[in-house]
């Protein structure tokens, strides 16, 4: 299984960065895919998930209303738009993924609860 994230880079405050992992080795929709953030210095955060059908959405409440996971099971790829970026958005944005499972709803956030992760893509946000 690989994970490969695109679409980082440097981006100035209030900018609209799109970022993009495309998946290979796994039967992508049957997948649960998230997001997490690692700023310098601090743990990975949670971010955002969605579920392989797509039909369920998940965000931290730091990114809700700004930042929208989506996904395209035909190209096996997720995308986390992103709106509004601060300065403290500054991290290495990770995508990663679970086998789909009834309960996902309850550990979606945690990174314990996914199986395999891509290297990350580093998101500067300049002030």
């Known amino acids: 299984v690989q994970l490969v994230e695109s679409g980082g880079g440097l981006v100035q405050a209030g900018g609209s960065p799109r970022l993009s992992c495309t998946a290979s080795?796994?039967?992508?929709?049957?997948?649960?895919m998230g997001w997490f953030r690692q700023a310098p210095g601090t743990g990975r955060l949670f971010v955002a998930a969605i579920r392989g059908s797509g039909g369920s959405t998940y965000y931290a409440d730091s990114v809700k209303g700004r930042f929208t996971i989506s996904r395209d099971n035909a190209q096996n790829t997720v995308f986390l738009q992103m709106n509004s970026v601060q300065f403290v958005e500054t991290a290495v944005y990770y995508c990663?993924?679970?086998?789909?499972?009834?309960?996902?709803?309850?550990?979606?956030?945690?990174?314990?609860?996914?199986?395999?992760w891509g290297q990350g893509t580093l998101v500067t946000v300049s002030s």
């Open positions: 990663a993924a679970t086998l789909n499972r009834a309960d996902y709803g309850g550990y979606y956030y945690r990174q314990e609860g996914y199986d395999y």
């Open positions: 080795g796994l039967d992508f929709s049957k997948y649960n």
